[in-house]
């Protein structure tokens, strides 16, 4: 079934259902036989029907996406950029419809719903900014030597529930900009938002270049092992990215891994404590914790700690939990119900080994007096053994160990002692000492004095399992590009 796509209205505003979800194929909104529907976390009642792509579906969209790619890479890249940047309007005149439907779908509270999308908006416009230039290596009266980054074909990007317009974004513009056509494939957790993103995209670039399948568990594996596509930027968990890497091995597809995340933060013993225990309490629990960079660990010195745990508890204690659609929400559910068993199995497991549980602990109550939904409490671990599952894993969950340090050396071992290495932070107001730890913390993002703060002009990658090449700056243009060094001889 083709649907027309819905276009503008007189008044040049841009006119999306979200009511109605579908593929979309080679400029089509295409529905299909078999469908799905997601679940509204907060209230477990179920969101519209999305499509269950086939693999046919698979092979039309990979075929459109060739024919488009061809076409789409000899377009000047000045046209490609403005393109991307026109999208970014129109996505910003629909901030209020995007963001009522990511409280739908993943849950988090409103305000943070109408900063993601604006987030998205500034990730497409920075990186459509972003210089793109062929690299000079040598120009003398003999020869002259240029390296030229040439797009690859066909990529994938595969974007995850926790920030799913921001980080669907975040893929579509280096793409894009490049000289790639894009096929999205949306969390089946929160299919809604990367379909309308991807439908809206429509107005804006060629049939082919950006399309969006929706479907079940064979999708993933369906597109990440088809020998057309030529590269893969996935967004999840390490396991499941290890599973992708195998699959894109068999093809030798490009891949970038943006994976998990165990972030420590050392809080040293100048900080000022009002100050600075209330903001890690806040980056630890953003998103309900589901960010692969919020803090995960805090390490916090022996001489303050007791005075920061009071304080910490004092702050999450102060952070509402509720639905999305209420007033003064900082919380909101977990976005799924199996995150939510894992989730809980912290707590749990927190519970059996008798670690001191310094606050929470519990199953939440929405704020409207309802048991209805995925919410869980803020829960602070009270110094845990460093072997400890809480301290050794990541959660993903508004779950967190405080844990005590004395010697600099000993607290960066700790903190480096993980499979994982995405972001790291130091909080000191001695900038030679946090410069001097900040430098040792094994990383791809290690922040002095906060935590989380990203740029879309900045390169954004992990050390060790917690993934493989970088997104974003222009090291994340390069990453849809081959490289291609001409060795022009003068004489």
Known sequence: M????????????????????????????????????????????????????????????VRFAREAAEVWAETPIT??????????????SLKDDFAKMLVKEQGKPLIFAKAEVDNAVRWLEE?????????????????????????????????????????????????????????????????????????????????????????????????????????????????????????????LKRVTLELGGNDPAIVCSEVNIKETAPKIAQ?????????????KRVYVHSSIYEEFLAEVVKAA??????????????????????QYERVTGFIEDSKK???????????????????????INPTVIDNP????????????????????????????NRANDTLMGLGASVWSNDLVQASRIA???KAGSVWVNTHTEIQPDAAFGGYKQSGLGAEWGVQGLKSYCNTQTLYLKKK
């Open 2 to 61: 083709v649907v027309q796509a819905n276009g503008t209205s007189s008044s040049g505003k841009f006119i999306l259902k979200f009511d109605e979800f579908f593929n979309i194929i080679n400029g089509g909104l295409i529905g299909t036989d078999e469908t799905r529907r997601g679940i509204n976390p907060s209230t477990l009642e179920e969101n519209a029907d999305v499509p269950v792509s086939t693999k046919k579906d698979v092979d039309d969209a």
């Open 353 to 375: 080994q008798k670690w001191k549980v310094a606050m929470g602990g519990e199953i939440a109550i929405s704020s409207n007096g309802h048991r209805t939904g995925y919410f």
């Open 127 to 251: 990186q459509a900014k972003l210089p793109f230039p062929e690299d000079m290596i040598e120009d003398t009266d003999e020869k002259q030597v240029v390296t030229r980054y040439m797009p690859l074909g066909v990529a994938l990007g595969i974007v995850p529930w926790n920030f799913p317009i921001m980080l669907a974004c975040g893929k579509i513009a280096p793409a894009l900009i490049s000289g790639n056509a894009l096929i999205i494939k949306p969390s089946p957790f929160t299919p809604y938002c990367g379909l309308k993103l991807v439908e809206l995209a429509q107005e804006f670039f060629p049939p082919g270049v950006i399309q969006a399948l929706s479907g079940d568990d064979n999708l993933g594996p369906w597109l990440t092992a088809h020998p057309l596509i030529d590269k893969v930027s996935f967004t999840g968990s390490t396991m499941t990215g290890k599973r992708v890497m195998e699959s894109c091995s068999k093809t």
């Open 385 to 412: 053994p460093d072997d400890s599952r809480i301290v050794m894993e990541e959660p993903f969950g508004p779950i967190f160990p405080l844990l005590r340090w004395d010697n600099e050396n000993d607290v960066i």
């Open 283 to 295: 980056l630890a629990l953003l998103n309900s914790g589901q960010i692969c960079i919020a803090i």
């Open 439 to 441: 430098k040792r913390l």
């Open 317 to 338: 204690k102060s952070l509402l939990v509720g639905d999305g659609f209420e007033e003064n929400i900082f919380m909101g559910p977990i976005q799924n119900a199996m």
């Open 79 to 92: 046209q490609r950029q403005q393109a991307v940047t026109k999208f970014a309007d129109a996505l910003r």
